[in-house]
T-cell receptor, first 116, second 109 residues
Framework: ETGVTQTPRHLVMGMTNKKSLKCEQHLGHNAMYWYKQSAKKPLELMFVYSLEERVENNSVPSRFSPECPNSSHLFLHLHTLQPEDSALYLC???????????????FGEGSWLTVV | QKEVEQDPGPLSVPEGAIVSLNCTYSNSAFQYFMWYRQYSRKGPELLMYTYSSGNKEDGRFTAQVDKSSKYISLFIRDSQPSDSATYLCAMSPNYQLIWGAGTKLIIKP
């Protein structure tokens, strides 16, 4: 069991559906992230939150809407997605919202999303 | 040109072989270099990190950074089937991590 828990693990949704991905971290970290992982592509950073405040949004389409109600929980609300949005969505957390030494990023097991 | 280049593989080697995984990068400002391992259907986990140039060893794993060539490597000695996974390199100047695409490694018994 990891310190970062994601649900659901698998999700199939139609292009007109609305669904949400949930993430919870039990590590006492201040920063939480959403990443998108597609086959043979680098991890794409989508959103970064630091102490519940969004600090980075990497030009993500508005059909993805994050929510961070507290420093332990992170949601990704999904609506009117496209088939190309099918991917593994990874939640992660770290002490600080920065890269580099001493700030290891811990990942959840991911939510496999298929848009049909 | 991508900031970080990593051959996606797959790389298939027999058990016991020495494995060399590599990434090249273009930004000379990168100072922190990390290797993450991702097993199938799991999230990535930090394997090793190094700062600036040089080598770092941890058991069967050695991470090497050559800043003059903008090239980093991960060596695995006495490879085991349990090492079969995707290995992602990541690097940072000081804030955001830049990721490679990952190399899928298969160790054949």
């Amino acid at each position: 069991e990891t310190g970062v828990t994601q649900t659901p693990r698998h999700l199939v949704m139609g292009m007109t559906n609305k669904k949400s991905l949930k993430c919870e971290q039990h590590l006492g970290h201040n920063a939480m992230y959403w990443y998108k992982q597609s086959a043979k592509k680098p991890l794409e950073l989508m959103f970064v939150y630091s102490l519940e405040e969004r600090v980075e949004n990497n030009s993500v389409p508005s059909r993805f809407s994050p929510e961070c109600p507290n420093s332990s929980h992170l949601f990704l609300h999904l609506h009117t997605l496209q088939p190309e949005d099918s991917a593994l969505y990874l939640c992660a957390s770290s002490h600080q919202p920065t890269g580099g030494a001493g700030n290891t990023i811990y990942f959840g097991e991911g939510s496999w999303l298929t848009v049909v | 040109q991508k900031e970080v280049e990593q051959d996606p593989g797959p790389l298939s080697v027999p058990e016991g072989a020495i494995v060399s995984l590599n990434c090249t990068y273009s930004n000379s400002a990168f100072q922190y270099f990390m290797w993450y391992r991702q097993y199938s259907r799991k999230g990535p986990e930090l394997l090793m990190y190094t700062y600036s140039s040089g080598n770092k060893e941890d058991g069967r794993f050695t991470a090497q950074v050559d800043k003059s060539s903008k090239y980093i490597s991960l060596f695995i000695r006495d490879s085991q089937p349990s090492d079969s996974a995707t290995y992602l390199c990541a690097m940072s100047p000081n804030y955001q991590l830049i990721w490679g695409a990952g190399t899928k490694l298969i160790i054949k018994p």
